[in-house]
């Protein structure tokens, strides 16, 4: 359950109030959870001026600041999956899964997130379309018209009119062809082979001419069993492809007889086709026709380590491999064996699921190093931790604090922060993402595509800068630039200079001074996303401010509570609201809500600016946020910073997000954790990276509690 | 009391003798001819006809006024808003007075709409939370799992809706938005999501249609498909032995869909079939799109593709922006109409033309041969209605209901039935034994709805 106040309180009561659950965190977690009791009140939360890393890992015996709490098995949502897909497939991977991801059913949301382990489920629908997507990505990366086929005849089926059929083979008895029909597909090189034997009389061995549309092509002695292989070109269409005989001895004294036993015809290609399908030689570099088994094996052990995000065992690639060995078996190619295999690897909860491991029993403990790497790489990135990334976690080094650090900034400078942390900030805590489901008046307040694009993209940006920044993260709220592109420059009525685009994006960075915009609350992501199709909703516009950066809950609406009047005749929206609130019953929630929307009532449902509403009142944007009156946009901006619950409101969702489970205040430990990440945030300047920083630093983000029993 | 009769029709010979004779193909028919495969052999092998049921669901209640016909027995006069079954009144049944006890407040205060939606077929209380989801099992599924038991070897079910959802964390009063876009329910905390892009449901439906496949090649690829699930199920077995309790719970869930693809894939290959045209994606003709995924079940119905389906018009307290059908406003606005009666005539307007969706499908549904000379009509239940009475009031009593179909000659049709007090659970439990099950409760039923 959830400790906010509600609206039944009073007003006055509503800021959180950490303190005291603060202190019972603490208590709790060192009685309950940690390995060690003693040394309490000696957390990092009372002295924020402590060092903020400690030289080595936390060792077994320290006390716990924060009872870092139970994560569940995590399902890759499916921006992760998408994400997940192209950093280990590659690019045509990535496409193919990004298309049907866009498909899956939408994940389950928890406190604004998409990525809550406790919510995220799994449904049968979902697994269908996860079981099309693998099927997809697995051809996109292992091609299906250009890769090689194997055909093979077996000889006794085949026959001849020389000779005869013994048990599995034809014996050649004199000379003479052994000649089938093959059908190619696609012109290049094959390998042309004949498996064969002989039954040896005389002084010499028997002789076999590999014949391809009557030419011979290969002429060997054999010796014994063996396959006999050469390499041709062969163009689309049918060939005769056969095993020719031409040395028969037959010593009819001693009845000393040479003969030819062929076992099958088989053509294998094309070869040089499948090996240039791009991505392919990243997984396969042995020569499959030699060893079906072993090159199975050598390509899939490295790609099922990178797709599980930790070591494997030799037992959990076999199947894989059998996979391989199915379909070769059954007459399909290699390569037709690795999509198998690909698809099976998708489709395995070591993929889909990031599980943590308690092996050690019921006590709290330190995750792995590869655990660690996971979590980071979500976070900052959306996907799976990379090359460089997994070698500090191979290394066993990854949760020293240097180590730790300069991971963090190494990644967040890494261009796949603004795909995950900066998009999932921007379309989850900030909810640009409502865009998606809200259906402006098309007539009163046409929203193009490309612009309603572009806003999201513009939230996103403006985040990515404060990322890159030691702003201190309220300036959320005020930051006095933006980034447009032209339709969106055009839209609002700023200027839009092409030549200020360096990185190519469409997007330039451009100052508001002079403009009633500043801050994330003045963009049309978020005004629009929290309006309705006809008018603007100060109500839904300050309950998500309230909600999303005051962590503050204005509670339930009461039963029976009157409608608005959606009159315009009777008074502007503000007014009508005004006399809505004037219910004393109403008024304990609208009395905070209602002055942060009227704070905005200057941008129309579609964010544009205005003097006027639709229904031609004027604009009043005056209003009073506990007890501090304000002017326009600026001013409400100013008042929502000054207040106290903002800092660890910010760092409860950021928190939340970066572990990918919901901090709730009424948990001691998660109280503790936020209190933690708050104050050591402020000792850093209290930007969005020292935020994130203090998160990764923390216990909750580093150790975790088993969840081996239900309660 | 049970709901076993006598007088269900029975498979004919002369149609049966037919099909061994080898005289009947289904390639060439006109599309709402062309009886399924499966049902073809399920007759020749003189197996249970097929039963099917359909829910229907629409948001933001209903103007009663305008709905609720003046008499009982045989369908008359139509009033204003079910005008439009006119031409199908004959396999309707308006059911008044029936009531959702679960989505009744309690102690829970405000979320009606949450409520009415999340119950709506499981007739379940809800936890009032927007991160522990809890509910029932809703009916259709119950269905579903029977039919599945009996053998039955298609999709379990489909859930289609023409609203997206589930991404804005934007719920109801406290609810989680799991209760307000999803009315099918697998469990009490597996929700079962909707699709809402007509093209990929075809493509999901109808992708397996490959009748150049050779035998030997749909074989092949059957074994290809059950390797790769036996090696996900080996992972699955040895990842679960590390897990505490609660992740294994989330591994269930994958396993399930695992083990689902494993049915799919035993079934019967989908050889012939006429689905029809594959769809656009989502029009922008609101009309159009909810005909294209109503045209989906018709023929997810008329393919033997699955015999279980929901559909949301639009999710619970839609907002719908109405003015395609010259309506200017959201429709949960609009409907807390206090009494205003220019919104009484929006309303209308807007049932009305939910009304006219109704009509549609079931217009449909009633050319769908299954089997016998017997139409989707006379084997199925379509139940729709709406989460809550009235828009306004966010009432859970007087539900307005419509069912359609006979539901294999256990429905009197074309009537006006008054239930005064009872609980919609009991129709369901009407819809459930007529699906051939044995149950005699379902929730709070007290007995089956005799209609």
Known sequence: MDEKRTCAEASTAWRHQHSPVLALGVWIALCLGCPQEGA??????????????????????????????????????????????????????????????????????????????????TSPLLVEKLDAAALAIAAAVFPD??????????????????????????????????????TIATTGRYAVRVRADQEAAGDDDAH?????????????????????EVETELTAGAHSIGARFDNDFFDAGTDADRNLLVDFLEVEGPLDVASTSPGRARFVSCNPSSEVEGCARASLTPLLRRAFRRPVLDEEVTPYVALVVLATGAGDSFDAGLRLATQAMLLSPNFLYRAEFDDDGDQTHRISTHELAARLSYFLWASMPDETLTLKADDGVLDRPAVLEAEVTRMLADPKARGGVAEALAAQWLNTRGLDVVAPDADLYPLSDDVRAALKQETKL???????????????????????????????????????????????????????????????????ANSYPFRTSPVKRGRWVVDQLLCLDPGDVPPDVPPLNEDPASGSVRERMEAHRSEPRCAACHVLMD????????????????????????????????????????????????????????????????????????????????????????????????????????????????????? | MTLIRTDRPRWGLSRRTLLRSGLSTLIGLPVLEAMAPAIARAQANGDDPPRRFFAFYLPNGMHMPSFTPTT?????????????LEPVKQHVTVVSGLENRAAFPGDDGPGDHARGTGTFLSVARLLKSDVDIQNGISVDQAIAGHLRSRGYSGLSSLELGCESGGSTGNCDSGYSCAYVVNVAWAGAQSPLPKETNPRAVFDRLFAGLDPLASAVEREKQRRYRQSILDVVKGDSARLNARLGAKDRLK???????????????????????????????????????????????????????????????????????????????????ISHHQGDPAKFAQLEQIDRWEMEQLAYVVERLSHVDDGNGQTALDTSMVFCAAEIEDGNTHNHRNLPVVVAGRAGGCITSGRHVRADGRSIADLFLTGMQSCGMTSTSFADSSGVLVL
């Open chain 1, 595 to 711: 002055p942060i929307g009227f704070g905005l009532e200057s941008f129309d449902p579609i964010g544009r600016s205005r003097t006027q509403d639709a229904d031609g009142y004027d604009i009043d944007d005056d209003d009073v946020f506990f007890d501090t009156p304000f002017t326009n946009p600026a001013g409400l901006a100013a008042a929502l910073k000054a207040q106290e619950t903002l800092p660890s409101c910010m760092a409860e969702k950021l928190g939340s997000y970066t572990l990918g489970r919901g901090l709730d205040v009424a948990v001691a430990g998660d109280a503790c954790t936020i209190d933690d990440v708050t104050a050591r945030a402020a000792a850093a300047g209290f930007s969005l990276r020292a935020i994130l920083g203090a998160i990764v630093e923390s216990d909750a983000f580093q150790m975790r509690t088993p969840t081996r029993s239900l309660e």
């Open chain 2, 72 to 84: 009982v027995g045989a369908l008359g006069t139509l009033p204003l808003i079910l005008e439009p």
């Open chain 1, 462 to 528: 403006v985040v990515q800068a404060l990322l890159d920044s030691d702003r201190p993260a309220p300036d959320l709220l005020d930051v006095d630039f933006t980034f447009v592109n032209a339709p969106l420059a055009a839209f609002y009525g700023l200027p839009f200079d092409a030549g200020d685009d360096d990185d190519g994006d469409g997007f330039v960075r451009v100052s508001l001074a002079g403009t009633n915009r500043a801050g994330v609350l003045t963009h049309g992501a978020f005004l629009t």
């Open chain 1, 40 to 121: 309490a009140g000696e957390g990092d939360v009372d002295e924020p001026d402590a060092p903020l890393l400690p030289d080595s890992p936390r060792g077994p015996g320290d006390p716990l600041a924060c009872d870092p709490g139970a994560k569940t098995l995590h399902r890759l949502n499916r921006s992760e999956y998408a994400r997940t897909v192209a950093d280990l497939l590659g690019p045509a991977a990535g496409a193919a899964a990004a298309v049907h991801a866009a498909a899956f059913p939408a994940d389950d949301v928890a406190g604004g997130f998409d990525n809550n382990a406790d919510v995220l489920s």
């Open chain 1, 145 to 182: 018209g250009a890769a090689a086929t194997i055909d093979r005849q077996e000889a006794e089926a085949v026959g001849s009119d020389v000779g005869t059929a013994a048990g599995s083979v034809w014996n050649l008895f004199s000379n003479g062809d052994l000649t089938a029909s093959f």
């Open chain 2, 251 to 333: 591994l269930d869930e994958h396993l399930t869909g695992i083990r689902e693809l494993e049915r799919q894939i035993e079934g019967e290959p989908l050889t012939s079939c006429s689905p029809g045209e594959r769809p656009v994606g989502v029009d922008v003709d609101v009309t159009a799109y909810v005909r294209s995924m109503l045209d989906l079940v018709v023929a997810s119905f008329t393919c033997d593709r699955t015999r279980v389906a929901s559909f949301m018009l639009g999710n619970g307290g839609s907002n719908r922006n109405f003015s395609f059908i010259g309506v200017n406003g959201a429709h949960h606005e």
């Open chain 1, 208 to 228: 076999l001419g590999i014949v391809v549309d009557g030419r011979s092509v290969l002429d060997v002695d054999v010796t014994g069993l063996a396959t006999y």
